[in-house]
């Protein structure tokens, strides 16, 4: 099988390197690797083409927000399976990309997901919390349960079939595109107990307080667009990250 990774990149200077590096230390050889940048100034690109001869498109433009950009990625891939990681996460480790891909195999299955580590931003050896994300059902999807998207790989079909990314939530797109997924078309799935990404602290729904209150918003109105749930699931999906804080592997 091949899978596409895809990097949507702006202004991430100081992590970038890291997010390549990890892609490229990866066991599974069959990778098409696209980035899209957003027209960085920051010397962002510049390290990027450092790399373009290991790296499979480059879409160095403008664009309006990051869920844009991961469409254009979707759009220039041609793989099998899909996956994101942002220009602020990395691999939790080189065999992520060939354990996820032999469980598409053994498994027959739409999608995979695994765990998730939020780590310090200046110190990514020190976990800040653990996602452990368990196994899906329906019922937890209505009480707040997601997996996290940075470790939910998907058949690139599913897009093709089910859409991509609804631009017109700016914070939550990922979300809606999990209950739509999961919730309306009721996709087949398989957990990965493992660890599959690091990510940094200080993503764009966890910036403000403001960004907070948008991301529930955009949340209940992704909720009643796919009609998996309302205000409770809402409620009962930010309670959920409590326990997480605790768990830190």
């Known amino acids: 099988m091949k899978i596409s990774i895809i990097t949507a990149s702006f202004n991430n200077v100081s992590t970038i390197e890291t997010t390549l590096k990890s892609v490229l230390s990866q066991s599974y050889?069959?990778?098409?690797?696209?980035?899209?940048?957003?027209?960085?100034?920051?010397?962002?690109?510049?390290?990027?083409?450092?790399?373009?001869?290991h790296i499979t498109k480059i879409i160095h433009e403008a664009d309006s927000g990051i869920y844009?950009?991961?469409?254009?990625?979707?759009?220039?891939?041609?793989?099998?399976?899909?996956?994101?990681?942002?220009?602020?996460?990395?691999?939790?480790?080189?065999?992520v990309v060939e354990n996820v891909l032999k469980t598409f195999e053994e498994k027959k299955t739409d999608s995979v997901y695994g765990d998730l580590d939020y780590v310090w931003a200046?110190?990514?050896?020190?976990?800040?919390?653990?996602?452990?994300?368990?196994?899906?059902?329906?019922?937890?999807?209505?009480?707040g349960w997601m997996p996290p998207h940075p470790a939910t790989f998907i058949k690139r079909d599913i897009y093709l079939k089910y859409g991509f990314f609804n631009t017109d939530f700016k914070i939550a797109a990922d979300y809606e595109s999990i209950?739509?997924?999961?919730?309306?078309?009721?996709?087949?799935?398989?957990?990965?107990?493992?660890?599959?990404?690091?990510?940094?602290t200080g993503g764009a729904s966890n910036r403000s307080v403001k960004n907070i209150i948008l991301k529930m918003k955009e949340d209940y109105r992704a909720l009643k667009l796919n009609h998996v749930g309302g205000i409770t699931t809402v409620l009962l999906k930010n309670l959920r990250k409590i326990p997480q804080l605790f768990k830190r592997k």
């Open 122 to 143: 200046v110190n990514p050896d020190k976990i800040v919390r653990h996602w452990e994300s368990g196994l899906f059902t329906q019922n937890k999807l209505r009480n």
């Open 179 to 200: 209950l739509r997924f999961f919730g309306k078309a009721r996709i087949s799935t398989c957990y990965l107990p493992k660890v599959l990404i690091k990510m940094r």
């Open 68 to 95: 844009d950009a991961l469409n254009k990625g979707i759009n220039a891939s041609s793989s099998d399976i899909i996956a994101f990681l942002h220009a602020d996460d990395f691999f939790a480790d080189e065999f």
């Open 29 to 53: 050889e069959n990778i098409e690797y696209i980035i899209v940048d957003g027209n960085s100034s920051d010397g962002t690109f510049e390290i990027i083409e450092k790399y373009s001869e």
